[in-house]
């Protein structure tokens, strides 16, 4: 076994940030289900793909993590919720995480600016993810705005997602 490169603070934020894409993906599973659920088709491939997605970002920090000569530890992941009434609500709780998750990775590049280059080098990649899936669901959520919860116009919603 290799020597760790990664000192034990970066190692505890990594390991946390990788539970958080998993809790993502699980996420995202959890709203695939309740498209697929409530009649929304097409969204539940799309999010079914997103989870696909998150599951990758955890990947690739659990490879840089093992490159690094540290092995990563899988925490437990709590049962997400989906408890939507409408499309747009489920589109709304995908912006919230995917911001909270962005903050994370933001602050964490703070902490990693003059003590680990290649971490944050690493952790911008990651900023860039985060900052396009922001603008992604805000355009979305800004399109649902105002939109009733009549089944039409969130079809109508679902359309704009997919078609992004």
């Not at 034990?8 to 709203?31: F, R, S």
């Not at 490159?67 to 992941?77: F, Y």
């Not at 602050?107 to 280059?117: P, Q, R, V």
Request: charged letters at 25%; proline letters at 1%; one cysteine or more.
């Amino acid at each position: 076994m290799k020597k760790s490169l990664l000192s034990a603070k970066v190692e505890t934020k990594l390991n946390e940030l990788i539970g958080q894409e998993l809790k993502a993906m699980y996420t995202y599973v959890a709203a695939a289900n309740w498209c697929q659920e409530n009649g929304y088709l097409r969204a539940y491939d799309f999010f079914l793909g997103e989870s696909a997605d998150e599951k990758l970002h955890s990947e690739v920090l659990q490879k840089y993590m093992l490159d690094m000569g540290s092995c990563p530890e899988l925490d437990d992941i709590d049962t997400p919720e989906v408890d939507c009434d409408c499309l747009n609500g489920v589109i709304y709780q995908a912006l919230e995480m995917e911001t909270e998750l962005g903050m994370m990775y933001s602050k964490f590049a703070g902490e990693l600016t003059s003590s680990d280059f290649m971490t944050l080098t690493k952790i911008q990649d990651f900023i860039k993810i985060q900052t396009e899936a922001i603008g992604f669901y805000g355009d979305i959520c800004a399109a649902g705005e105002g939109l009733s919860k009549d089944k039409f116009q969130q079809l109508m919603l679902e359309k704009i997602l997919v078609k992004q």
